[in-house]
């Protein structure tokens, strides 16, 4: 709960930084800041108008879930590394650029974290380096979309998501395959819980003994020594921090973006219902959850307002 509600202000930081304050007065609209720049070329957001983006964003949701499942039966481990990898970097190299960007050489530093944080996460894995990780990256990956979305692109999209999540791992199952398989090579997108033995220096994340879980879309898998891993996917920490952030570029020009900050408690109780109410070794979608909190604290942002 605590590394979730990390996570997603953490993020809000990272997404706010990104928020040219300045433009936006002058010109009455939302204007978000540039994104730091890769040899030179600063990285591009999408061009998409807000009323189409829960299509384009399911479409890369569909698109990624092909290619993963691709990867996962004609590749070797190392595909998925590497493509973990990249991601890993970009991800934390914007949202390490909001740290770092009243610094000298900003891009270079917020890059070295970045890369020395990816290589620690993917080939010397542990609990630790991983949950931090975690907590930082989805701020980066919100960054560069929450310009082409605003709340009822959100809601429409929070509700596809919560109908594919239900769907893939309720009736096809491969959310399970996808979660499991990034287990067994060493890796993972979203918060990992180990509880009981730990061998914080294994570089094996997982076994391949009996194991079950609170919360998440899938059974914990143990990791070496006997220990039981309890896992939120990264989809489950974005997608509400994407909600909160539609929120924030909202109600920006009205000096209300704080109303932002009351969406996450009401996620955070949704998703401790689901792991005070949900039974172990039992595989959840956590989406609907989470969407159901967006929408209750939503409700109360348009209360406060």
Known sequence: MVLFLAAQYVGLFVVNSYIDYGASAEQDTFVAG??????????????VEAVWSPLFLMGGILM?????????????????????????????????????????????????????LSVWKIWKPNPIVQNVC????YGGLVAVLFSIVNIPAMVVLLILVSIYDAY????????IVLAQSQTKAGI??????????VNMKSNNMVSTKKSSTKTGKVPALPHKGEVKIAILGGGDIAFPLLFAAAVLKTYVLTG?????????????????????????DTFY?????????????LAVVWLLH
């Open 34 to 47: 540039n994104l730091p720049s890769i040899a030179g070329s600063p990285i591009e957001r999408p061009q």
């Open 64 to 116: 990624g879930t092909v290619i993963l499942l691709l990867v996962l039966k004609f590749a070797k481990p190392i595909v998925w590394k590497g493509w973990f990898f990249l991601a890993s970097v970009l991800c934390l190299y914007i949202s390490m650029f909001a740290f770092t960007k009243s610094f000298a050489y900003a891009e270079w530093t917020a890059f070295g974290f970045a890369l020395v």
């Open 134 to 137: 975690e907590v930082l990256m």
């Open 168 to 175: 893939a791992v309720w009736k096809s199952k491969h959310m």
């Open 188 to 197: 993972f997108a979203g918060l990992m819980i180990p509880y009981g033995k």
């Open 256 to 280: 209300q973006g704080w109303l932002a900050l009351v969406i996450p408690p009401f996620v955070a109780l949704a998703l401790l219902g689901l792991q005070i109410y949900g039974k172990k």
């Open 285 to 297: 979608p956590a989406m609907p959850f989470l969407s159901a909190g967006c929408f209750v604290g």
